[in-house]
């Protein structure tokens, strides 16, 4: 039975409200432009726009020279130069967030039965954490893999004892591993547990030679992208362990990711998925996913340089950890129901560009621009240049002798021929240009285009 199927003979509006859900995330995938952290850009985009010939790899980041970073994504990208930057990568956060609620979709079903959860809301809030629709379809390093390791975990979970279903566990642990090789640490607890405790001799043959398989396809592409033989995973641990170049980009107090995971959700969010995630890991402390998400967070809370985004391919298994705590908690309704009510009016925060040089680029197209402020949209992170959606524009510095609106508002028809300003200022992006005649003069007389 198909799972669409399926969901619709469960429970019709549970149905049509997956449908709606979709729209959203497709929805998400539209307005969350730009990217999320500099390395979703640059080790992603720029390579591709490295591969389309719109960039020298002597203007790429150190990590290209180094040979440390994963073609998979770039590799993927690189055909679709035909349809533009702005389209190929709108095409491929759609996919990616079509992909997401798809597994999710499995993954829902297959965990209430696994983990006996009875209480409701969970179907939403598996899909619609209010952050979930912005940062499942970002087409960052994090988050492919983050789809790859949840299609991992689901046939883990699934306990199969067919050699295809092993073959796929193969494909998918080594694409997770592939994408961020950090979820290494993650994929152990499982895959020494179907290999050495579960023993399926045939089954696990299937599984290790997928894995290697899809592993060595991995280093072919990395090595067309670097234009000679590499295997980035150990260059990867060469730069940042062995020459500890992670630690040049800053150290961080040991409690960090504890307050980022408590404040940055929101704290009415955040709080609960800290506590609940204790709990879960006590509950399932000989569950080989739980052993592997926790143990993923210890090595990252031991290494001195952090961010939150290194912990987002566990994002996912996030509904899981709340709900099934919960179910084993009996927590009173009334607080889901506050949460769930919270949590939902947030969603629509999401609807905004991560990042103005994508939406900047897309409505500038062969222009001549004047930037005013001390950031340039084609020089990013420390002066790297940005190319993927540039295609024709020219930047020079503009004088400060022309005052700037930071809304067109009304004014859009009058300012329509005037030329385009970029602006570096905090909360303002596009500016239009108008020259001060007067101080006291009216706002209409001050335009001049």
Not at 7 to 15: D, G, H, S, T
Not at 78 to 98: D, E, Y
Not at 191 to 210: E, G, M, P, V, Y
């Amino acid at each position: 039975m198909g799972i669409y199927r399926r969901l619709r003979e469960a429970n019709p509006k549970y149905f049509k409200g997956f449908i709606a859900i979709s729209l959203l995330y497709a929805l998400a995938a539209y307005f969350s432009s730009g990217f999320y952290h500099w390395d979703e850009y640059f080790q992603i985009l720029e390579f591709t726009a490295f591969k389309w010939g719109k960039t020298q790899a002597s203007d790429l980041p150190w990590e290209f020279g180094a040979g440390m970073r994963p073609w998979l994504q770039p590799f993927l990208l690189t055909p679709f130069k035909f349809l533009g930057p702005h389209f190929s990568i709108f095409l491929f956060r759609l996919i990616t967030a079509q992909a997401f609620l798809y597994v999710l979709l499995h993954w829902y079903f297959l965990t209430k039965e696994k983990f006996n959860i009875k209480k409701p809301y969970y179907f939403w809030v598996t899909f619609l954490l209010w952050f979930f629709p912005m940062l499942l379809v970002r087409y960052s390093s994090e988050n492919i893999s983050s789809l790859f390791l949840l299609a991992f975990s689901l046939l883990y979970l699934r306990d199969s004892k067919c050699p295809v279903q092993h073959a796929l566990m193969g494909l998918f642990a080594a694409l997770a591993f592939w994408c961020r090789f950090q979820v290494g640490v993650f994929l152990f607890f499982p895959l020494f547990h179907i290999i050495f405790i579960k023993r399926r001799w045939f089954s696990n043959f299937s599984l290790i030679a997928a894995f290697l398989i899809v592993c060595g396809l991995m280093v072919a592409i990395d090595s067309w992208g670097y234009g000679r033989l590499t295997f980035s995973p150990y260059e990867y641990f060469h730069q940042n362990i062995i020459l500890k170049k992670t630690s040049q980009f800053g150290e961080n107090a040991w409690w960090d990711y504890i307050k980022w995971i408590i404040t940055k959700p929101t704290p009415l969010v955040g709080l609960p998925i800290f506590l609940c995630s204790l709990f879960f890991f006590y509950k399932n402390k000989l569950n080989a996913l739980a052993q592997g998400m926790f143990i993923f967070i210890v090595i990252h809370q031991l290494i001195a340089h952090k961010e939150l985004r290194f912990l987002f391919p566990l994002i996912p298994f996030i509904p899981l950890i709340i709900w099934s705590s919960l179910e084993e908690i009996k927590i009173k309704p009334l607080f889901l129901k506050i949460f769930v009510i919270f949590n939902l009016t947030l969603i629509p925060s999401l609807f905004f560009s991560l990042h103005p040089i994508e939406d900047f680029s897309r409505i500038t197209p062969n222009r001549n621009i004047k930037v005013q402020g001390e950031i340039r949209p084609d020089r990013l992170a420390g002066g790297l240049k940005a190319t993927f959606f540039f295609e024709g524009q020219s930047f020079s510095e503009e004088a400060s002798s022309f005052q700037f609106i930071p809304k067109a508002g009304l004014l859009k028809e009058k300012l329509k021929n005037c030329e385009l300003i970029y602006s570096s200022r905090p909360f303002v992006r596009l500016q239009f240009k108008f020259k001060t005649l007067k101080e006291n003069k009216d706002l209409w007389s001050l335009i001049k285009c």
